[in-house]
T-cell receptor, first 113, second 118 residues
Framework: DAEITQSPRHKITETGRQVTLACHQT?????MFWYRQDLGHGLRLIHY???????NKGEVSDGYSVSRSNTEDLPLTLESAASSQTSVYFC????????????FGQGTRLTVV | AQTVTQSQPEMSVQEAETVTLSCTYD???????LFWYKQPPSRQMILVIR??????QNATENRFSVNFQKAAKSFSLKISDSQLGDAAMYFC???????????????FGKGMKLTVNP
């Protein structure tokens, strides 16, 4: 069965370190998204991509970057981790130009100490 | 930009009873899609129900149904015969029509925590 997986599920890192969260989907979806979830804020969009070599900033993109070198993967990089980036991160994918819902990974809980 | 508002941060319901979760949204688009997602303690985001704005008929999925009021920009979720497994965070989400070149990202509300009491 097709799926979308995130790794790691949990991570603790130190302030200032570079961190990369992985997202891999086997749906063959063109659209991929990264959200962060914080209490009282719901899910907020960090970055998104509509296809290979395409990346776009979301509403909370400062301090994050993504790159899309193939259809299956959209890694999220925190350039220099800050305590404000402690959060739960979700990756999602959906079909381009189709009326289908987005499918989500299991989430990554990141703690920056 | 589209916004989604869930004004009730928490609700509780007795098992077997009915509960309605509210959601309002703001958009200038005439065609769009609305979703309710459920997030149990496992953190997994699970699609509960979907509504296309061009359809007048309210969507239903077993015990879950929506009351879609397009003019009022309201999209409430009704859960009938509540079960303990319905306890979760519920998120309302908006998506632009994909066929018209609109943004395909989901815009979420802040969520609502539902407690089901035995």
């Amino acid at each position: 069965d097709a799926e979308i997986t995130q790794s790691p599920r949990h991570k603790i890192t130190e302030t200032g370190r570079q961190v990369t969260l992985a997202c891999h989907q086997t749906w063959n979806h063109n659209n991929m998204f990264w959200y962060r979830q914080d209490l009282g804020h719901g899910l907020r969009l960090i970055h998104y991509s509509y296809g290979v070599q395409d990346t776009n900033k979301g509403e909370v993109s400062d301090g994050y970057s993504v790159s899309r070198s193939n259809t299956e993967d959209l890694p999220l990089t925190l350039e220099s981790a800050a305590s404000s980036q402690t959060s739960v991160y979700f990756c999602a994918s959906s079909e381009f130009r189709r009326n289908t819902e987005a499918f989500f990974g299991q989430g990554t809980r990141l703690t920056v100490v | 930009a589209q916004t989604v508002t869930q004004s009730q941060p928490e609700m509780s319901v007795q098992e077997a009873e009915t509960v309605t979760l509210s959601c309002t949204y703001d958009t200038s688009e005439s065609d769009y899609y609305l979703f309710w997602y459920k997030q149990p303690p496992s953190r997994q985001m699970i699609l509960v129900i979907r509504q296309e704005a061009y359809k007048q008929q309210n969507a239903t999925e077993n015990r879950f149904s929506v009351n879609f009021q397009k003019a009022a920009k309201s999209f409430s979720l009704k859960i009938s015969d509540s079960q303990l497994g319905d306890a979760a965070m519920y998120f309302c989400a908006y998506r632009s029509p994909p066929s018209q070149g609109g943004s395909e990202k989901l815009v979420f509300g802040k969520g609502m925590k539902l407690t089901v009491n035995p």
